[in-house]
């Protein structure tokens, strides 16, 4: 079992910054990737970014490309997601997610492990 805690939401204007981050805990593999995921209210949850642990690499979704950055400590074994930039549209819960692998998926399904969550709201 794989335990994640997200850390970090809160409220801020548009155009401020957030730094979210995603402790995980338990039988962790190296070879995974981890992600970050938002649903707003009364949407579907939505990909928003992912790292794969061995090698780095990133992966992320259009609307935020140049505005957030995931990155990866393996001594604290937390992934971040640094948020620049944030409007209103940005405003959701946001997910902590990880799987086995080094392939990256956007669907929500394929992930095994969840955190529950942390709240995001930009205000205009």
């Known amino acids: 079992q794989v335990q994640l805690v997200e850390s970090g939401g809160g409220l801020v204007q548009a155009g401020g910054s957030l730094r979210l981050s995603c402790a995980a805990s338990?039988?962790?593999?190296?070879?995974?990737?981890m992600s970050w995921f938002r649903q707003a209210p009364g949407k579907e949850r939505e990909f928003v970014a992912a790292i794969a642990w061995t090698g780095g690499s990133t992966y992320y979704t259009d609307s935020v490309k140049g505005r957030f950055t995931i990155s990866r400590d393996n001594a604290k074994n937390t992934v971040y997601l640094q948020m620049n930039s944030l409007k209103p549209e940005d405003t959701a819960v946001y997910y902590c997610?990880?799987?086995?692998?080094?392939?990256?998926?956007?669907?929500?399904?394929?992930?095994?492990?969840w955190g529950q969550g942390t709240q995001v709201t930009v205000s205009s």
């Open positions: 997610a990880a799987k086995s692998g080094n392939y990256f998926y956007i669907r929500s399904a394929v992930y095994t492990y």
């Open positions: 338990g039988r962790t593999d190296s070879s995974r990737v």
